[in-house]
């Protein structure tokens, strides 16, 4: 449950978790192409959303946007095929890239991959602890700063 607005610099998103409610800012992307907002904005236009569930199923053979919200498994399916479709990991056999990929991982993949303060990483996934982010970034580079260099040795 909750609500977006859509503003000039990006998108509000107004979320209901299990701590409570909470906001999170999504920034425009440097391009079309790329942008969650401009996703977004492109989704409610052709899908003719002016209110009720943001993410919807696509009947009729992709020409007709259901009322009803999407459940999480059919998420899990669509990120599924969409990294197969994509081609991400193609070195990999089929069934080890569809187990690399779901909501979790992109999650992981958005804190390890963002070169921000730590503590915007964890406001963004909604963490309580500094801990759990540190958690969901793995492969961030622990070095990237570095204070031995830093201090002129």
């Not at 492109?42 to 993410?55: A, D, Q």
């Not at 969409?82 to 991982?105: M, W, Y």
């Not at 963002?114 to 982010?133: F, I, N, P």
Request: proline residues 3%.
């Amino acid at each position: 449950n909750g609500w977006i607005e859509i503003l000039d610099k990006g998108m509000l998103v107004t979320l209901r978790g299990k701590t409570g409610w909470r906001e999170v800012e999504i920034g425009r992307g440097s391009s079309d192409l790329t942008c969650p907002v401009h996703a977004v904005e492109t989704w409610l236009k052709l899908g003719r959303i002016g209110h009720g569930p943001l993410f919807r199923r696509v009947t009729g053979k992709g020409k007709a946007v259901g009322p009803e919200r999407l459940r999480d498994q059919e998420i899990a399916r669509l990120i599924k095929k969409t990294v197969l479709a994509a081609g991400i990991r193609g070195e990999l056999p089929e069934a080890e890239r569809i187990k690399l990929f779901s909501g979790h991982s992109l999650r992981a993949g958005l804190a390890s991959s963002a070169e921000v303060d730590e503590r915007y990483v964890q406001k963004q996934l909604g963490h309580a602890s500094a801990e759990m982010t540190r958690r969901y970034q793995r492969r961030r580079d622990r070095f990237r700063v570095n204070l031995t260099k830093a201090a002129g040795l």
